[in-house]
């Protein structure tokens, strides 16, 4: 089984709303990772928890703050997003070091800000 | 020069043709090349990936690595229009973690 599940799959939000966004993988894995894609563009990296601790923030602004509670779970929390923060923010996770790191991504969650 | 180089497209076909996507990169750390999948509004589906030169095959793809040139490839055999999506190449390194580096992608239009 190589599935990542991300929740929700759509969110909506106003400028001063608080949300989170969850993801989940139980493959053992022990890299988890945020990306931000804006259309007809790849991935960009958000944050990289490696063994449950925050190895890499690629300079997201502290609107975005991300947590993980255990191995399996990746959360993403939302606060005073601006409209440009609109994009699909995808889950990913790797077996955390090894020539076979591969990266599994989930579906996404696409998100609107108003 | 950008790290990776891929042609964005769109690359549009008749069903049943053979497609090849290509990408160039520059980094020689680069240990493990991948390419995946993306429908329009879902996440990427990783579909090949490789971790020294030569070929691998799966069902109807294959992918090709060339790590003297710099340069790796995904070919699919009698395409169908469900091939019709954007292929992201992807290289990358670990360290505790994966560190990937993505292609634009190529925009594949399969036409029956």
């Known amino acids: 089984d190589t599935e990542v599940t991300q929740t929700p799959k759509h969110l909506v939000m106003g400028m001063t709303n608080k949300k989170s966004l969850k993801c989940e993988q139980h493959?053992?894995?022990?890299?988890m990772y945020w990306y931000k894609q804006k259309a007809k563009k790849p991935p960009e990296l958000m944050f990289v928890?490696?063994?449950?601790?925050?190895?890499i923030n690629e300079s997201v602004p502290s609107r975005f703050s991300p947590e993980c509670p255990n191995s399996s779970l990746l959360n993403l929390h939302l606060h005073a997003l601006q409209p440009e923060d609109s994009a699909l923010y995808l889950c990913?996770?790797?077996?955390?070091?090894?020539?076979?790191?591969?990266?599994?991504f989930g579906p996404g969650t696409r998100l609107t800000v108003l | 020069q950008k790290e990776v180089e891929q042609d964005p497209g769109p690359l549009s076909v008749p069903e049943g043709a053979i497609v090849s996507l290509n990408c160039t990169y520059s980094?020689?750390?680069?240990?493990?090349f991948m390419w995946y999948r993306q429908y329009s509004r879902k996440g990427p589906e990783l579909l090949m990936y490789?971790?020294?030169?030569g070929n691998k095959e799966d069902g109807r793809f294959t992918a090709q690595v060339d790590k003297s040139s710099k340069y790796i490839s995904l070919f699919i055999r009698d395409s169908q229009p469900s091939d019709s999506a954007t292929y992201l190449c992807?290289?990358?390194?670990?360290?505790?973690?994966?560190?990937?580096?993505f292609g634009k992608g190529t925009m594949l239009l399969v036409s029956p």
């Open positions: 928890y490696s063994y449950e601790k925050l190895s």
């Open positions: 980094n020689s750390a680069f240990q493990y």
């Open positions: 493959m053992g894995h022990r890299a």
């Open positions: 490789t971790y020294s030169s």
């Open positions: 990913a996770s790797s077996q955390a070091g090894g020539s076979t790191d591969t990266q599994y």
């Open positions: 992807a290289m990358g390194y670990s360290s505790g973690y994966s560190t990937l580096t």
